[in-house]
């Protein structure tokens, strides 16, 4: 168990539709990163939160954003769902907003888009 | 970040040493080397990283050649769960950048009884 939780564990939606992933990162951890899992891309980095100001930008399209709450909480927001936008989405957490401390995972939302 | 390049595949024997390759021939002097792995569709599992001393920890170890363009991670005696997926990422810990992980394709460690 990396400290890391993710809800809802599994999503299954229609297309053009909006969903929430939540992610609460590990005690004390101030930096959040989303990625997405897919069949055909595999893991890549969608966005970076570090104590509640966005830090970095991946290949996040403009239907999705994010944010980090007061409570280092964050929720990755999907809209206007497409069929490709199925995949796994994995949030994980550090304690620095750099480098030099390793990022821990949690298990993940699977998304489905019908 | 510095390419990696991995063998898609592997097989161990349960309880023998796996020994999984990494090639970063274009590692920068501030990049390090992270390992990690991910055990079908979990999360990725953080193993080691290192920059350029041999590193060891209760996972694995890491062995990472003088010049910097290769490593390996050395599982000492490999077991049945060990199956998964393994990552190389090379990344630079300072300096302002992004420190994303770029995850490539990464090497299927497949250890059989």
């Known amino acids: 168990d990396s400290g890391v939780t993710q809800t809802p564990k599994h999503l299954i939606t229609a297309t053009g539709q909006r969903v929430t992933l939540r992610c609460s990162p590990r005690s004390g951890d101030l930096s959040v990163y989303w990625y997405q899992q897919s069949l055909d891309q595999g893991l890549q980095f969608l966005i970076q939160y570090y104590n509640g100001e966005e830090r970095a930008k991946g290949n996040i399209l403009e239907r999705f954003s994010a944010q980090q709450f007061p409570d280092l909480h964050s929720e990755l927001n999907l809209s206007s769902l497409e069929l490709g936008d199925s995949a796994l989405y994995f949030c994980?957490?550090?304690?620095?907003?750099?480098?030099?401390?390793?990022?821990?995972f949690g298990p993940g939302t699977r998304l489905t888009v019908l | 970040d510095a390419k990696t390049t991995q063998p898609p595949s592997m097989d161990c024997a349960e309880g023998r040493a796996a020994n999984l390759p990494c090639n970063h021939s274009t590692i920068s002097g501030n990049e390090y080397v992270y390992w990690y792995r991910q055990i079908h569709s979990q999360g990725p599992q953080y193993i080691i990283h290192?920059?350029?001393n041999n590193e060891t920890n209760e996972m694995a170890s890491l062995i990472i050649t003088e010049d910097r363009k290769s490593s390996t991670l050395i599982l000492p005696h490999a077991t049945l769960r060990d199956t998964a997926v393994y990552y190389c990422?090379?990344?630079?810990?300072?300096?302002?950048?992004?420190?994303?992980?770029?995850f490539g394709k990464g090497t299927l460690l497949t250890v059989n009884p």
């Open positions: 990422i090379v990344r630079a810990n300072s300096g302002g950048s992004n420190y994303k992980l770029t």
């Open positions: 290192g920059l350029k």
């Open positions: 994980a957490s550090s304690s620095a907003g750099g480098g030099g401390n390793e990022q821990f």
